[in-house]
Each structure stands twice: as structure tokens, then as C-alpha cells.
């Protein structure tokens, strides 16, 4: 069935940067909405960023500024640019896309921000 592939986690340096990508294949109808959240160690699963079809994005708080979410509706992708990485930016992160009949989730990838 649905298969979102995600990958450009990693180690990265504080003050660093991170590109994050989200590639769905399989069976599913239209996608409409994509998403990045992400879980800290300890912490609850949040929002990081989102992107409608028609372009509308919508950032947490914590990361206005710093990141920044693409999608193409076309390739059914989405890339979340992460830039002046903090500490508190460590977790896995999450792909999540939404289409007519569900919303899906990918396996998550880890991201440690640490020098």
C-alpha cells in the first residue's frame, strides 16, 4: 500500500543545517496536505511544518525562521530545509501526508543536533 520514504537525517553540528525529504509511492488518492512533525526525546509528537496543495504553510512556533517546508504535489514530495539547528531540535521526524480516504506515516528519521 502506501509507502513514504524519508531520508536526510543525521548528525548535524548546532548552527548547522538539514534537508529532510519525503517521497510517497504506492496507492493512494490525491494528496492534498503534507506534513513534517517531529518527537523529542521525552516530549510529545508536534507539528513542524505543513503544506496544502494550494500552497498555504503553516510553522511551529519554535521554528519560524529557521525552517522552512516545500511540497510538489506533482511527485508527491515533500522537504523540510532546516536551518541555525538548536539542541532542542533533536527528535524523529516524521513525514505525514493526507489524501481523500486517510492520512499516512512514515517511518520516521533521527536528527540529533550535538557537537
Known amino acids: 500500500q502506501v509507502q513514504l520514504v524519508e531520508s536526510g537525517g543525521g548528525l548535524v553540528q548546532p548552527g548547522g543545517s538539514l534537508r529532510l525529504s519525503c517521497a510517497v509511492s504506492?496507492?493512494?488518492?490525491?494528496?492534498?496536505?503534507m506534513a513534517w512533525y517531529r518527537q523529542a526525546p521525552g516530549k510529545e509528537r508536534e507539528l513542524v511544518a505543513s503544506?496544502?496543495?494550494?500552497?498555504?504553510?503553516t510553522y511551529a512556533d519554535s521554528v519560524k525562521g529557521r525552517f522552512s517546508i516545500t511540497g510538489d504535489y506533482a511527485r508527491n514530495t515533500a522537504n523540510l530545509q532546516m536551518n541555525s539547528l538548536k539542541s532542542e531540535d533533536t527528535g524523529v521526524y516524521y513525514c505525514?501526508?493526507?489524501?481523500?480516504?486517510?492520512?499516512?506515516w512514515g517511518q520516521g528519521t533521527q536528527v540529533l543536533v550535538s557537537s
Open positions: 505525514w501526508v493526507r489524501d481523500f480516504a486517510d492520512g499516512y
Open positions: 504506492g496507492s493512494f488518492r490525491f494528496i492534498n496536505h
Open positions: 503544506i496544502t496543495v494550494g500552497g498555504t504553510t
